[in-house]
C-alpha cells in the first residue's frame, strides 16, 4: 500500500497548524494543557493504524504546543523554520540517513560538506576549517573544546584520549564572567571543571574586558563568546585572540547566535575578530531558522578535531573524503546538515543577511517603544536582544513578565541583569513582521500601564 495519503494526511495537519500559528496564542490555553491527559494510557496491547495516531497527535498535541515558530515568541533565543529548512527536514525524513558515515549516506555526507562550506563562508570563517554537525551550541561548545584540549596537552607531550586527564599536565581555562551555562557544561564534560576557571571581568554590556586578561600562555584556553544572552553584547574578540595568538593560546569562541552578526554588513563590525580564533561553535536552529536539532562546530586545525573525535573500528569503513563522524561525538546522528544546506539555498547570502538586520531592526523597534513610554532599556541594543525594567522594581516587572506570559499575544522571558530583575525580548525569528512587533509591543505596553497603575 501507498505511503502517500498518510503523508498528504500529515502534510494537511502541518499546514493546518502553521496557517493557524499566526492568530493563536502563543501559549497553549488551560483546556488544551488537560487534554494531553489523554495520552496517558497504558502501553496499547496491539498496533493501531498509522493514520489514526497522526490523527491523534494533531488533535491533541498540536493545540498543546507553545507557539515558538510563530513570529510573536521572543524568549530565550529561539529562531522559527524556514519553509525550505522545514521541508527538507521531511524528506530527510523520509531519507532516514544515518549521517555519521559516507559510506552510508553519501548523500547526506556530500550535502553536509556544502553546507558546512557555505556556512564558513557565509559567517566569515576562514578557508579549510573543520567542521561538524551536532545537536547544538552546547554541543558545539564541547567538540571546539575537545579539539582545545587535544591541541594544548599534545603540545606539552601528553595524549589526553589516550591517557584522559589523570596526571596530565594542567591547562589554564579563562572565560569571561558573563560565560554561559552551557559552555561551563562543556568544561564539565571534558574533566576541565566548571570552577577551575579563571574569570575576567565583564563591562556594563557583559563583554570581556580585553584589558583584565590574566597573563597567557601555550598551556591557556581561552573561551570567547559572540552574543551574551541577555544584552546580545559579543567580547572583544580580535583584542582577545591578538593577545592569545602572541602567547600561543587557543581561542574557542561560542557564538551560538551572536556569530551571525558576521552575516549582516551592518552589523559585521560587531563580530570583528571572530575570525581569529581557533574554532568556534554555532547555533543553526536559533538564528539560521533550521529545525531543531541542529548546531556546527568549526576547527581552524582539523587534525586537532580529528584526534579529539575520530574512532576506528574494522567494520566502520572509511572513504577517501570527509567523513563527517571525524568530527563529531556521535558516530550514528540524523543528516541535519540537509536544513541547513536548504535553509542556505533558500536564502542566499542577501537573504541571510536579511534575517540578521531585519531581527535587529525589530529589537530596536521594542527598545524604543520601551523608552517612548517611559520604561528603562537595560542593555545597548546593536544586536537582536532587548532587556527592559518596568516601574523601576523587580517586583513590577515580574508582575509584567507573568501577565505577558499569562495574555498569550507574545512571550517574553525574565532574568536578573547586573543584580536587576529584567524581562528579556529576543528577536529571532524569519517569521517576526513589523505587524508583529507592534501587537506585541502594544500588548506589552498595555499590561504594563495596567500593572503599574494599580502600583
Ligand atoms: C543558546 C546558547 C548556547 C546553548 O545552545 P544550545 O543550542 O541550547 O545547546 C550556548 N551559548 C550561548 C551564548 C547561547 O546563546
Known amino acids: ?18 496557517d493557524g500559528v499566526p492568530e493563536r496564542s502563543v501559549v497553549p490555553t488551560a483546556d488544551a494543557l488537560a487534554a494531553l491527559g489523554s495520552l496517558r494510557r497504558p502501553l496499547p496491547d496491539g498496533p493501531a493504524d498509522a493514520e489514526q495516531v497522526l490523527r491523534e497527535l494533531h488533535a491533541v498535541g498540536s493545540p498543546a504546543t507553545v507557539a515558538t515558530t510563530g513570529g510573536r515568541y521572543f524568549g530565550f533565543v529561539i529562531g522559527g523554520t524556514l519553509p525550505a529548512a522545514l521541508a527538507a527536514n521531511w524528506m530527510a525524513g523520509a531519507w532516514d540517513q544515518n549521517g555519521g558515515l559516507s559510506v552510508l549516506s553519501p548523500a547526506a555526507a556530500a550535502i553536509e560538506a556544502v553546507a558546512m562550506g557555505w556556512l564558513a563562508d557565509v559567517l566569515g570563517l576562514p578557508a579549510g576549517v573543520a567542521g561538524g554537525f551536532v545537536t547544538g551550541a552546547t554541543m558545539a561548545n564541547f567538540t571546539g573544546l575537545a579539539a582545545a584540549r587535544h591541541a594544548l596537552l599534545a603540545r606539552a607531550g601528553w595524549d589526553v584520549e589516550a591517557q584522559g ?71 572583544p574578540a580580535g583584542e582577545v585572540c591578538s593577545a592569545a595568538r602572541e602567547a600561543g593560546a587557543w581561542v574557542h569562541v561560542d557564538g551560538a547566535f551572536g556569530m551571525w552578526a558576521a552575516a549582516a554588513p551592518a552589523r559585521a563590525h560587531l563580530a570583528a575578530g571572530v575570525e581569529l580564533a581557533d574554532s568556534w561553535a554555532v547555533d543553526a536552529h536559533k538564528w539560521l531558522n533550521v529545525p531543531y536539532d541542529s548546531g556546527v562546530a568549526f576547527c581552524r586545525h582539523p587534525d586537532a578535531m580529528r584526534a579529539a573525535m575520530a574512532t576506528a573500528a574494522a567494520y566502520l569503513v572509511r572513504g577517501d573524503e570527509r567523513e563527517p563522524d571525524d568530527y563529531t561525538p556521535e558516530v550514528s546522528r540524523r543528516a541535519r546538515g540537509v536544513e541547513v544546506w536548504a535553509a542556505l539555498a533558500a ?42 525594567r518596568f516601574g523601576g522594581s523587580d517586583e513590577a516587572t515580574r508582575r509584567v513578565i507573568a501577565a505577558v506570559q499569562a495574555d498569550g499575544t507574545c512571550w517574553c522571558g525574565g532574568t536578573v541583569w547586573q543584580g536587576r530583575a529584567a524581562m528579556r525580548v529576543s528577536v529571532s525569528s524569519w517569521a517576526t513582521t513589523e505587524e508583529d512587533v507592534e501587537r506585541s509591543l502594544a500588548a506589552i505596553l498595555r499590561l504594563a500601564s495596567g500593572i503599574l497603575a494599580e502600583a
Do not use: W
Open 347 to 388: 536564502l542566499g547570502r542577501t537573504g541571510v543577511a536579511d534575517l540578521v538586520e531585519r531581527c535587529c531592526r525589530h529589537a530596536t523597534r521594542f527598545a524604543e517603544g520601551f523608552s517612548a513610554a517611559g520604561h528603562e532599556v537595560l542593555n545597548d541594543v546593536q544586536l537582536n536582544q532587548v532587556m527592559v
Open 165 to 235: 586527564l589523570f596526571g596530565a599536565p594542567p591547562l589554564t581555562v579563562v572565560v569571561g564572567d558573563e560565560v554561559h551555562v552551557s559552555a561551563l557544561k562543556a568544561l564539565a564534560l571534558l574533566g576541565l571543571g566548571r570552577e577551575r576557571v579563571v574569570r575576567v571581568p565583564v563591562d556594563g554590556q557583559g563583554r570581556m574586558r580585553a584589558d583584565q586578561l590574566p597573563p597567557l600562555d601555550g598551556r591557556t584556553l581561552v573561551l570567547v563568546q559572540a552574543g551574551n544572552v541577555n544584552t546580545g553584547a559579543l567580547d
Open 1 to 18: 500500500m501507498s505511503i502517500r495519503p498518510l503523508l498528504d494526511l500529515t502534510a494537511a495537519a502541518a499546514a493546518e497548524y502553521l
